[in-house]
């Protein structure tokens, strides 16, 4: 029977054990660990989290940058078409008058010539007809005199309606060259249109990107959070229970000491010679929880550009610019090109010449219209930039500029003033 109690007892021990085993408390240090791999892993998402809200910030300003520079672009786009439309009105005027001029010259040419042949086919017939109707020698002279003046009128006259007619044909060609100018800077602004609107709406999906990769990072980090919280609140508790086991340790301590003191106090009564009290220590031990702050530190990078300005000798060397820039008057003008023997257009002429010294210049003229400080047209010198709606030039002084005009042209000088100046930027001090 005690065999069979013995065994029984055994049996229930191992069980406890392997149920033990299986529900075993984690202990602080490991959970410590794990809250410490946990805050890792928040800071490291912290920290992603940072550098995608700045990379987010950097490309909503250059979208609000391309923003402001399109606005100034279709700015550019509405003063062309304004322009060209004038333009086209002069030039419609200019062929009305054309038209007239062509027909003064061809009646006055007619009616010459039927006089010249009237003159020539009479012959002396006509001066001897005047002879015979005149009334004395006067009149004869006075007769006379008055057909040299009317073919002399007539001469001049048709002398005149050619000068007109030429005239008005130079200044129609002269429009259509400033019309092709125009439309030559209301393509380039199109283009620059085309290309910035590409440029904006591949921003934005960057910032959707941005904005999908920051959700996911944002859940992770809440997440993290959640377990970070929930460790740190086990391991609380963990050490609230340590702390109550220590205090029921140190008390079940303490009250065997106090049994023992019991026991030889009565013990002692019953010798004949009394032993001195005994006297138990309690040693209280504090658990101190060490905790770890964290901190994540983010550092933003800012760079400024501008463009670069020469400093010394800026009139010399402004008449040194249109020095270099005027040998290449001639060449051709092709839309997208920077060459200056082979073809380039409006910016990629004023890039080119200044990058000759050193200069460097953005390629299209709607930016070339911010480089360098502004000045009044009073003031402009040698060298530096006018700034039209879509195109730009190189001032040569005396009220003339140099630029990469038109595919008619190439490049060529005009006057400075033959258009809407919108701007003029000097990059040379």
Not at 103 to 127: H, P, T, W
Not at 189 to 210: A, M
Not at 277 to 284: I, K
């Amino acid at each position: 029977m005690q065999k069979r109690a013995a065994a029984l007892i055994l049996a229930i021990a191992l069980c406890v054990v392997g149920t033990a085993d299986a529900w075993a408390v984690p202990s602080v240090d490991s959970v410590k660990k794990e809250r410490d791999q946990t805050q890792g892993s928040l800071n490291a998402i912290s920290q992603q989290i940072h550098g995608l809200e700045a990379g987010r910030a950097e490309v909503s300003n250059e979208i609000e940058t391309m923003n402001t520079e399109l606005v100034d672009i279709l700015t550019s786009i509405g003063v062309c078409q304004t322009e060209i439309e004038l333009k086209e009105r002069e030039i419609e005027d200019a062929s009305e008058k054309l038209v007239i001029a062509e027909q003064n010259e061809a009646s006055q040419y007619q009616s010459m010539k039927k006089r010249v042949q009237f003159l020539y086919e009479k012959g002396d017939k006509a001066y001897m007809q005047a002879l015979i109707e005149s009334s004395g020698y006067s009149d004869l002279v006075n007769k006379a005199d008055y057909v040299e003046k009317l073919y002399s009128y007539d001469h001049e006259l048709l002398e005149e309606y050619i000068g007109v007619k030429q005239q008005v044909i130079e200044l129609k060609t002269l429009l259509e060259e400033e019309e092709a100018g125009l439309e030559a800077s209301r393509y380039e602004l199109g283009q620059e249109q085309s290309r910035l609107e590409t440029l904006i709406t591949e921003k934005k999906q960057t910032v959707e990107d941005f904005d999908q990769q920051l959700a996911k990072a944002r859940a992770q980090a809440s997440s993290m959070q959640k377990k970070l919280e929930q460790q740190t609140a086990q391991i609380k508790a963990l050490e609230e229970a340590k702390r109550k086991e220590q205090e029921a340790k140190i008390k079940k301590q303490q009250e065997e000491a106090a049994k023992k003191a019991a026991a030889a106090a009565k013990k002692s009564e019953e010798s004949t010679q009394l032993v001195g009290g005994v006297t138990a220590d309690s040693t209280e031990k504090v658990v101190q929880i060490d905790s770890t702050d964290y901190e994540t530190t983010n550092e933003s990078l800012s760079a400024g550009a501008g463009s670069k300005v020469i400093e010394s000798s800026g009139s010399s060397r402004g008449q040194s610019v249109i020095d270099y820039a005027c040998q290449f008057v001639g060449n051709p003008y092709v839309y997208g090109g920077t060459s200056l023997t082979n073809g380039t257009d409006c910016s990629g002429f004023t890039q080119s010449v200044y990058s000759h010294f050193g200069v460097s210049l953005p390629r299209d003229s709607t930016s070339q219209r911010s480089v360098g400080t502004a000045v009044s047209y009073e003031d402009a010198r040698p060298g530096d930039i006018i700034c039209y709606a879509g195109h730009v030039a190189l001032y040569m002084g005396g009220g003339m500029i140099v630029h990469a005009s038109t595919e008619r042209t190439g490049i060529t000088y005009s006057p400075a003033t033959y258009r809407t100046i919108i701007t003029i930027r000097r990059v040379l001090n």
